[in-house]
């Protein structure tokens, strides 16, 4: 496989991984979620859980089984995210490593194909759940709002690296609305 394809996400969402709703799933065919933690569901430099998350896991719990696999290596925040959100976790995953993943898949007990990895990095998130033949979705960072918009470097550098592999990394939320308002 190349590294475009290696690096493609199966979807690109336009927004925070709040903007990823039960139908968007149900359309897809998705019955479990890995969900990255640090950028993706809690800025890293903040340690609460908002309430919007907490509303949004909630949404989502029944329809899907839910795990955090998170590269982060402190048990401490990890542990703190995961017991407010009432999910299990796996720390320091060393993402693109495929191991934690498939840990967390197992224990869902669902085939690759029906469990989505969700992150906001390329490398790492959208990297590991492609390796391991998962439905791959790709949202943009969560930012703290105290704080103005940081540049990104690294992230920045993936989506170019990646764009220049030949992936591409349009966000198809709009073609996900206009599909819904259709039906």
């Given at each position: 496989?190349?590294?475009?394809?290696?690096?493609?996400?199966?979807?690109?969402?336009?927004?925070?991984?709040?903007?990823?709703?039960?139908?968007?799933?149900?359309?897809?065919?998705?019955?479990?979620?890995?969900?990255?933690?640090?950028?993706?569901?809690?800025?890293?430099?903040?340690?609460?859980?908002?309430?919007?998350?907490?509303?949004?896991?909630?949404?989502?719990?029944?329809?899907?089984?839910?795990?955090?696999?998170?590269?982060?290596?402190?048990?401490?925040?990890?542990?703190?995210?995961?017991?407010t959100?009432?999910?299990?976790?796996?720390?320091?995953?060393?993402?693109?490593?495929?191991?934690?993943?498939?840990?967390?898949?197992?224990?869902?007990?669902?085939?690759?194909?029906?469990?989505?990895?969700?992150?906001?990095?390329?490398?790492?998130d959208?990297?590991?759940?492609?390796?391991?033949?998962?439905?791959?979705?790709?949202?943009?960072?969560?930012?703290?709002?105290?704080?103005?918009?940081?540049?990104?470097?690294?992230?920045?550098?993936?989506?170019?690296?990646?764009?220049?592999?030949?992936?591409?990394?349009?966000?198809?939320q709009?073609?996900?609305?206009?599909?819904?308002?259709?039906?």
């Amino acid at each position: 496989m190349s590294w475009g394809k290696l690096l493609q996400p199966d979807l690109v969402l336009g927004g925070s991984v709040l903007s990823l709703t039960p139908d968007i799933l149900r359309d897809r065919n998705i019955t479990g979620l890995v969900l990255d933690v640090d950028d993706t569901l809690v800025p890293v430099t903040l340690t609460d859980v908002s309430s919007e998350l907490q509303t949004w896991i909630a949404t989502l719990r029944p329809e899907v089984a839910i795990w955090l696999v998170s590269n982060n290596i402190s048990r401490a925040r990890i542990s703190s995210i995961a017991k407010t959100l009432d999910v299990p976790y796996l720390l320091g995953a060393g993402k693109p490593s495929r191991r934690k993943l498939r840990q967390a898949v197992e224990a869902m007990q669902l085939p690759y194909e029906r469990v989505a990895m969700v992150g906001d990095r390329l490398f790492t998130d959208v990297l590991a759940g492609n390796r391991l033949g998962m439905y791959t979705i790709l949202v943009e960072p969560m930012v703290n709002p105290e704080q103005e918009m940081k540049y990104n470097p690294m992230r920045n550098f993936e989506v170019w690296f990646s764009q220049a592999l030949g992936a591409s990394l349009v966000p198809q939320q709009d073609f996900i609305n206009s599909n819904h308002s259709s039906n």
